[in-house]
Structure formats: C-alpha cells, structure tokens
C-alpha cells in the first residue's frame, strides 16, 4: 500500500530516532502506524529487528498469510 508523508510524519520520525536511528525506517514506521496496517514486509534486518510492530521477512509473510 503507498501512503503519502507530510510534515506531521517526518516529525514523529524525528521522535523515533532513539529507537532505530534510521530516519527512513522511522518513517515507514510512522506511515504504517498512520496507515493503521497489520503488518510490515521488509527485508530490512534492522527494522525488523528493532520495530515496535509486526514485521516480517517477506517469506515470513507469504507463509503468515497463506496459514491466515
């Protein structure tokens, strides 16, 4: 799903740095919590990680979603 990013999101960003320091995985952060999706797909290690959501590999998430 694409979802937009205005300056309220690049602001949360900013107040996420402490926990990943990646301004880019702050804001796919802050977009999906906008977005209020289930999950993310990514193949950032760092993201999945450290994130506060649900992440998955994609792997992950095609066997997640065939179970589902």
């Given at each position: ?14 107040k ?53």
């Open positions: 799903m694409a979802v937009g990013v205005d300056d309220s999101d690049l602001w949360l960003a900013c996420y740095k402490p926990i990943l320091g990646d301004i880019e995985d702050n804001l796919v952060l802050t977009t999906a919590e906008r977005a209020q999706v289930d999950f993310i797909v990514t193949g950032d290690e760092q993201l999945i990680r450290k994130s506060t959501r649900n992440v998955y590999m994609p792997a992950d998430a095609l066997s997640f979603l065939s179970i589902a």
